[in-house]
């Protein structure tokens, strides 16, 4: 229903402010953004709904598999289908995603109950969907974890990370080796600002079974600075590899998907949102390590939300940030270049040039002057940034700058490059000074105190509607609207703690012994969450070497977390005699299975599997001779099941 009723909607509302933005000759000259021609394919583009796209993901072996299953079984069945006298195009592969791992199919809920052979497309796509080798996503969504250019050993940081699609995508990368028995020594840190987003965050990542991931809920303006010591005893401020800041904008880009903004959008969000945009894109380039890469996005095409936070943070960067030429990557995506020349309107909708131009000195702060293009914005290379518009390859609105730290820009940069060569000892409150700094440069690009005490709060999610990939800003907000800091800090502490466990423990070294864990498996990463229940242990997690490493550092109290750890080993109620109170669970089941030793794993044939998993209590008779002699020996207990 809800497919049939985007199939079914046209622009709903002429926005009289976005018109008068885009739609006049003579804003489209002054912006240079589209020529009038182009502004009509673009505009009617936007009352169509979206195509639906999705990524095959998993390992590298099973995602080649399914994407070969889908061109040679699939598509070949869809080339001819014809409903009602219109001819429906078969899914197609993304022509600028890598190894055609990302597709695109526009067809509606209608056809489906019309054509047979779609809805089993529609079927298979459901089930792969469901057990995780295809994950649904938005074609512009797709493309900044790709520009990230992940790989398995980097530490990553996603800043504004709900609902989590490329979140998801983040720990596919860090995941990207299939070497067996091999955990990666990347890291996973996805945050939101927003407590229950930050939970839909959880279950959109939660099927992936990363130990590497963990959720934080933090205001990104201000992630915490954690510290950290290596082995030494040396201090250092923890940083990362990659870096993305996908924020909170306007949101014009998703027209598409969204009606809502037809009949909210107004010129006063981006207005609002730009200096907290700033904010987070200068934080999380204070977060990156040098020679690391941070990539900044928006869904709007708003260049005060674009551009000019480009152009602000690259000033403030002091030459530390590059910002880079990415025409050559994702070849065959359909881009502009970012622009070097605009004006503002103001919530009046007057275009002005400068805060001069406005007359009434109180209202000139609403504007500040990083809104506009800098003086020296020839020297500032901003064609490189990637705009993506819906009419030329039929997807929503985005924008992608991809920036490399070329340089430190604070002293914790300095001190984190002298830990990495290991010849000066920086001391904590040395460190901790230089971090001043980068919170003092923080509060002065930040919203004004005055601005931001009228702004409206958050509008409550209500459980039955779609949150979209990010909160868009309604006309009226003077801010992007943080939630209250005390109420943040509350909802924080309905977290339970968590605990890294002793090797020693009762319960590691019970399961170490019934399940054979092999000597090479890391026993030092078992986890709890100490306020789980009454019952002592309940559920063991595991997590990264990477994870333990922040967990296991006094400073990681600083650390709101939401999420963390892979659910390994479940108690039992009442175990059989010779068993084990603990055990695997399904979430780590593939994560453990390597390091079980063979006394627990058992072949089954294929009519062994089907009496396993379409009945409730198997019986030993329905195994052949050789399984039933081999079950008889180890005892009815728990076994790992292997299919060959």
């Given amino acids: 229903e809800k497919e049939d009723a985007q199939k079914a909607l046209t622009v709903p509302v002429e926005n009289e402010v976005m018109i008068k933005l885009v739609n006049s000759s003579n804003a489209i000259q002054k912006q240079g953004i589209l020529s009038d021609e182009e502004f009509k394919q673009f505009y009617e583009v936007l009352g169509t709904p979206l195509p639906t796209t999705f990524r095959i993901t998993g390992s590298r072996e099973t995602a080649l598999e399914l994407r070969e299953q889908i061109k040679n079984r699939y598509v070949p069945s869809l080339e001819n289908v014809e409903i009602e006298g219109d001819v429906i195009k078969p899914p197609q592969p993304l022509e600028w995603y890598p ?143 990659r870096v993305l800041c996908d924020v909170p904008c306007s949101g014009d880009g998703t027209f598409r998907k969204n009606e809502t903004i037809w009949r909210n959008w107004g010129i006063g969000g981006g207005i609002g949102l730009h200096p907290t945009q700033v904010q987070i894109f200068l934080r999380g380039a204070q977060l990156t390590k040098v020679g690391g890469r941070i990539v900044y996005s928006t869904c709007s095409f708003n260049p005060i939300e674009n551009e000019a936070v480009v152009a602000e943070v690259l000033n403030l960067s002091n030459g530390a940030l590059q910002l880079q030429d990415v025409s050559n990557e994702l070849v065959g995506l359909k881009r502009k270049p970012g622009m070097k020349t605009w004006k503002v309107m103001t919530k009046e909708g007057q275009w002005i040039d400068s805060q001069e131009d406005i007359p009434e000195h109180r209202k000139r702060s609403r504007y500040p002057r990083s809104m506009f293009p800098p003086a020296n914005v020839d020297e500032l290379p901003l064609e490189r940034c990637v705009r993506i518009y819906p009419h030329e ?164 109290k600083r650390l709101r977390l939401v999420n963390t750890g892979v659910k390994v080993f479940v108690r039992q109620g009442s175990p059989m005699d010779g068993g084990c109170p603990l055990r695997i669970s399904s979430d780590g089941l593939s994560l453990i299975s390597p390091y079980v030793s063979e006394k627990r794993c058992f072949d089954l044939s294929t009519d062994e599997l089907r009496a396993v998993v379409t009945k409730a209590f198997p019986l030993i008779e329905e195994f052949d001779e050789q399984s039933r002699e081999r079950l008889t020996a180890l005892g009815m207990l728990f076994h790992i099941y292997v299919i060959h």
């Fill in 99 to 241: 190894d055609d791992l990302g597709w695109h199919y526009k067809v509606s809920r209608g056809v489906l109950r019309k054509s047979p052979d779609i809805n089993a497309f529609h079927k298979f796509i459901v089930a792969e969907t469901e057990i995780g080798n295809i994950s649904r996503q938005e074609a512009v969504s797709m493309i900044p974890p790709l520009l990230l250019k992940v790989k398995p050993h980097q530490w990553v940081l996603d800043m504004c990370a709900a609902p989590g699609s490329k979140t998801a995508q983040i720990i596919e990368a860090v995941h990207a080796n299939d070497r067996q028995n091999e955990i990666p020594t990347g890291l996973v840190i996805a945050n939101d600002a927003d407590y229950k987003r930050s939970h839909m965050l959880v279950h959109q990542c939660r099927r992936l079974a990363s130990p590497c991931f963990v959720a934080t809920h933090h205001d990104a303006t201000h992630f915490p600075n954690i510290h950290l010591k290596d082995d030494k005893g040396r201090v250092y401020k923890m940083q990362f590899d």
């Fill in 393 to 556: 390859q039929d997807t929503g609105g985005f924008f992608v700058a991809v920036f490399e730290k070329v340089a430190p820009m604070t002293g914790a940069d300095t001190a984190y490059m002298a830990h990495m060569k290991g010849d000066t000892i920086v001391k904590e409150d040395e460190l901790i000074e230089s971090e001043k700094k980068e919170e003092e440069l923080l509060e002065n690009v930040g919203p004004k105190e005055d601005e931001s005490s009228t702004a409206p709060a958050t509008p409550e999610v209500k459980e039955d509607v779609e949150v979209p990939s990010k909160r868009a800003a309604a006309e009226g907000e003077e801010t992007a609207a943080k939630p209250n800091k005390k109420a943040k800090e509350s909802e924080g502490l309905k977290e339970a703690p968590f605990e890294l466990m002793s090797p020693d423990s009762e319960d590691v070294v019970e399961a170490t012994e019934f399940y054979g864990l092999a000597s090479n498996f890391p026993k030092t990463q078992f986890l709890l969450r100490s306020m789980e229940g009454n019952s002592r242990n309940r559920t063991i997690y595991f997590v990264s070497e990477s994870v333990k490493t922040i967990l296991s550092q006094p400073a990681a």
